[in-house]
C-alpha cells in the first residue's frame, strides 16, 4: 500500500483498529491519515492496531485522534493504544503522529469490574523487538498507566534517532519518551515536553536492562515521585552521554537525574542542569562510582559545552552546540548563526 491520503475516517472495534489496517504483514509506504478517529477496547492505532514482524511503515503521517476504552465487550484492562500505531513488532521509519491519544482513566465506581488503561503512547503503545528510526510524535497523551510521549512500553525494541515534544499525562508511570523499557537500545533520542502524573521520567521512567546513549529531557515535570531524566534504571543496562534540564513544580520524592539507580547500572559522562533543579538528594541507592558518573552543572557551564567535551562526547557526528544554547541532536538539523556552531 502506498500514497494514500485518508481523511475524517471513523473506526470502532473491540480489538485491534487502525485508519488503514486492522493488521500488517506488508509495506506501508508514504500513507497519511487526517482528522479520523479510531477507537478500540484492545489495540487501537491511528494507521495500523497491530504492525506484525514482517510489517513496515515508511515515511508515513498519523494525525489521528486515538481513544482507548470506548468500547466496553470484555473485563480487563485496555491496552495498547498509538497515535500511528498501537503494538509494533516490524519496523517504523521517518514517521511521525500528531493529535491526540486517550486512554480511560476509570469508569465509575458503581461500573464493576473497574477498567483502566495502558500503554498508551504518542507513536506506539507497545513496541515489542521492533524498530523504530527517525520517527517523531507531537502527539498530546493521556490514560492512566504506562503513557509514553513516543512509545508507552519498549519490549527489546530499538529506537535510533526519535523524538517527542507533546503533552504527556499518566495517573501512574509516566516518561516523555518512553514510560517503560526492558531490553531496549536508544540511541540519539529526546523528548522535549510537558510531563505530568505520579511516578514519572522527563525521558523515561522505568529502565531495566536498557542502553541508552546520547539522548536528552528538556521539558517541565509536575507531580510525584519524579526524576529529570530516568525515574529508575536497574538490571545490567547503561546511559551514557545524556543530560535534562527539567523545571519542576510541585514535586515530592525528587531525583534530578536518575530518582533509583540500581547497583549494575552503568551510569557514564551524565549531566543535569542544577541550576533550573537544584535538587540535591539526587539519586537513592546505587554505589558513589556510580553517582560519580552524573554531573549537576549550572546553566552557563552546561550552554558552554566544555564540559561535554572535556567527557568525551562526541560533537562531530552525534551533537550540535550553538553558542549559548543546549545541545542539539544533528539529526534535528538544528541551524546556527554563522561563527556559532562549538
Known amino acids: 500500500m502506498s500514497n494514500l491520503h485518508l481523511e475524517g475516517a471513523s473506526v470502532t472495534a473491540a480489538k485491534y483498529a487502525g485508519s488503514l489496517a486492522a493488521h500488517n504483514e506488508g509495506e ?6 487526517q482528522g479520523s478517529m479510531v477507537t478500540a477496547d484492545l489495540c487501537a492505532g491511528g494507521l495500523v492496531g497491530h504492525n506484525g514482524a514482517d510489517g513496515a511503515l515508511l515515511a508515513c ?3 489521528a485522534s486515538v481513544v482507548l476504552g470506548g468500547v466496553v465487550t470484555q473485563e480487563g484492562h485496555f491496552q495498547h493504544a498509538g497515535g500511528l500505531v498501537a503494538v509494533n513488532e516490524g519496523q517504523l521509519m521517518l514517521c511521525s503522529s500528531s493529535g491526540y491519544v ?7 465506581p458503581s461500573v464493576k469490574p473497574r477498567r483502566l488503561s495502558e500503554n498508551i503512547g504518542g507513536l506506539v503503545g507497545l513496541n515489542q523487538k521492533g524498530t523504530i528510526t527517525g520517527c517523531t510524535s507531537t502527539s498530546s497523551v493521556a490514560g492512566f498507566r504506562i503513557v509514553g510521549g513516543l512509545v508507552a512500553r519498549n519490549e527489546s525494541g530499538w529506537l535510533y534517532r526519535c523524538g517527542a515534544a507533546g503533552h504527556v499525562d499518566g495517573t501512574n508511570e509516566a516518561g516523555g519518551l518512553v514510560a517503560q523499557s526492558v531490553g531496549g537500545t536508544m540511541a540519539g533520542c529526546f523528548a522535549r515536553d510537558k510531563v505530568a502524573g505520579n511516578n514519572i521520567g522527563g525521558f523515561i521512567y522505568s529502565s531495566q536492562n536498557d542502553d541508552i546513549e546520547s539522548c536528552y529531557f528538556q521539558g517541565a515535570l509536575s507531580g510525584t515521585g519524579i526524576a529529570g531524566f530516568a525515574g529508575s534504571a536497574h538490571g545490567e543496562g547503561a546511559i551514557r552521554d545524556c543530560y535534562c534540564i527539567a523545571a519542576v513544580a510541585g514535586a515530592s520524592k525528587a531525583g534530578a537525574f536518575v530518582r533509583y539507580l540500581g547497583w549494575d547500572v552503568q551510569l557514564s559522562h551524565c549531566f ?3 541550576t533550573i533543579f537544584p535538587e540535591d538528594r539526587n539519586i537513592q541507592a546505587g554505589s558513589e562510582a556510580q ?3 552524573v554531573t549537576g552543572l549550572d546553566t552557563e557551564s552546561l550552554r558552554s559545552g566544555t564540559r561535554l567535551r572535556e567527557a568525551g562526547w562526541d560533537f562531530v557526528g552525534t551533537w550540535v552546540q550553538c553558542s549559548g544554547d543546549y545541545p542539539r541532536l544533528w539529526w534535528e538539523e538544528v541551524e546556527c548563526e ?3 556552531g562549538l
Open 272 to 274: 543535569w542542569d542544577k
Open 102 to 108: 486517550r486512554g480511560s482513566r476509570d469508569t465509575a
Open 291 to 293: 553517582k560519580a558518573g
Open 28 to 33: 506501508i509506504l508514504f500513507c497519511t491519515v
Open 338 to 340: 554563522v561563527g556559532e
Open 61 to 63: 503521517e498519523s494525525g
